[in-house]
C-alpha cells in the first residue's frame, strides 16, 4: 500500500521559515506528479503546490505564490515545501499527496501541523 | 481560481440515500470532466471515493455514485452506514489560466 509520511511541522513565528518534508515508499515515486494540500483548522481543503514528475513544471495557488517552494528528490524518494513569509493564515495541516495519471488526489498522508505564531 | 459551492451539512438515517450538491460556473464544472470527491473522517487522511465526474477507485463501495449535470456536480450515497459519517470535499482541476485545482468548501454528513 502507498506510503507518505510528512514531517518537519512546528511552531514558527510570522515571517519565519519552514520545511516540510513527505517521504514516499511502496511506489516508484520518480514516476508520479505529487501536490501538497493543506487544512487550516476549521476550514476545508486547499490545495497549494504540485509538481511534475520530472520536476519541470510547478504550479501554485495565488494564495503561496512567491513565499513557497515545490521540490522534489527522486533519488530519496521525497518531496518538499519550502514556506518562506508565513502568515498567520498559512497556519493549517499539511497534506502531501500523490496524483495517478488523472487529474485527481489518490493517495494522501496523514499531514503535518504548522502553527504560525503572530 | 474558481470556487466551488457545497452545503455546509446534509444528514440521513441508516439505510436512507443522500446526495451531495457542488456547484461552479459555466467555465469549471461544465465544461470539464475533471471533478472528483473525497471523504474525510476526523482524525483521517482524506480518501478519494470517486473521480472524473463518476469513476469508482477499486475498493470504495458501490453505494457511492457520482454524476454531472451542467454546472453542478453530485455525490450519492446509498444505503447509509454510521462509517459513512465525515466531511465530503469536491474538487475540480482546470488548466485556465494555469494548471490549478480547487476544492469546494465541504459538506458535514451526519449519520442520524
Known amino acids: 500500500q502507498v506510503q507518505l509520511v510528512e514531517s518537519g511541522g512546528g511552531v514558527v513565528q510570522s515571517g519565519g521559515s519552514l520545511r516540510l518534508s513527505c517521504a514516499a515508499s511502496k511506489f516508484s515515486f520518480s514516476l508520479y506528479g505529487m501536490h501538497w494540500v493543506r487544512q487550516a483548522p476549521g476550514r476545508g481543503l486547499e490545495w497549494v503546490a504540485f509538481i511534475h514528475y520530472d520536476e519541470h513544471n510547478r504550479y501554485y495557488a495565488d494564495s503561496v505564490k512567491g513565499r513557497f517552494t515545490i521540490s522534489r528528490d527522486n533519488p530519496k524518494n521525497t518531496l518538499y515545501l519550502d514556506m518562506n513569509d508565513l502568515r498567520p493564515d498559512d497556519a493549517a495541516v499539511y497534506y502531501c499527496?500523490?496524483?495517478?495519471?488523472?487529474?485527481?488526489?489518490?493517495?494522501w498522508g496523514q499531514g503535518a501541523l504548522v502553527t504560525v505564531s503572530s | 481560481q474558481s470556487a466551488l459551492t457545497q452545503p455546509a451539512s446534509v444528514s440521513g438515517s441508516p439505510g436512507q440515500s443522500v446526495t451531495i450538491s457542488c456547484t461552479g460556473t459555466?467555465?469549471?464544472?461544465?465544461?470539464?470532466?475533471?471533478v472528483s470527491w473525497y471523504q474525510h473522517r476526523p482524525g483521517q487522511a482524506p480518501k478519494l471515493v470517486i473521480y472524473?465526474?463518476?469513476y469508482r477507485p477499486s475498493g470504495v463501495s458501490d453505494r457511492f455514485s457520482g454524476s454531472k449535470s451542467g454546472t453542478t456536480a453530485s455525490l450519492a450515497i446509498s444505503g447509509l452506514q454510521a462509517e459513512d459519517e465525515g466531511d465530503y470535499y469536491c474538487?475540480?482541476?482546470?488548466?485556465?489560466?494555469?494548471?490549478?485545482?480547487?476544492f469546494g468548501g465541504g459538506t458535514r454528513l451526519t449519520v442520524l
Open positions: 474538487a475540480l482541476y482546470t488548466s485556465i489560466p494555469t494548471p490549478n485545482w480547487v
Open positions: 472524473d465526474v463518476f
Open positions: 459555466s467555465g469549471d464544472v461544465a465544461g470539464y470532466q475533471f
Open positions: 499527496v500523490r496524483k495517478p495519471g488523472g487529474n485527481f488526489f489518490d493517495f
